[in-house]
Nanobody, 121 residues
Framework: QVQLVESGGGLVQPGGSLRLSCAASGSIFSIYAMGWYRQAPGKQRDLVAVIGSDGNANYADSVKGRFTISRDNAKNTVYMQMDSLEAEDTAMYYC???????????????WGEGTLVTVSS
């Protein structure tokens, strides 16, 4: 079974930085895309950033210029550098991946358990 494990969340002051990591493990045939979603209390889960296997990345308008997504294909890991953090960035951040497993045929979405980012003075 494929698993996604996030790390790097925590408490940071406004204007500070954090770097999130997410490693995929298990019986993986190929990873087509990886990214991050976030969900604040009482809000829906929204896309933050996603990166394809070709390195093309897309960002939510609210984080453009502040967040940078990258991936290490050899390690099946995606990273997100978050700079100039604002209180509005406070949320649970969930790793996302679109993966074809060794068994099962078709690719499907996988989700991590989430890592909490709190931006507060």
């Amino acid at each position: 079974q494929v698993q996604l494990v996030e790390s790097g969340g925590g408490l940071v002051q406004p204007g500070g930085s954090l770097r999130l990591s997410c490693a995929a493990s298990g019986s993986i045939f190929s990873i087509y895309a990886m990214g991050w979603y976030r969900q604040a209390p009482g809000k829906q889960r929204d896309l933050v950033a996603v990166i394809g296997s070709d390195g093309n990345a897309n960002y939510a308008d609210s984080v453009k210029g502040r967040f940078t997504i990258s991936r290490d294909n050899a390690k099946n890991t995606v990273y997100m550098q978050m700079d100039s953090l604002e209180a509005e960035d406070t949320a649970m951040y969930y790793c996302y991946a679109y993966i074809r497993a060794v068994v099962g045929g078709s690719a499907r979405n996988y989700w991590g358990e989430g890592t909490l980012v709190t931006v507060s003075s």
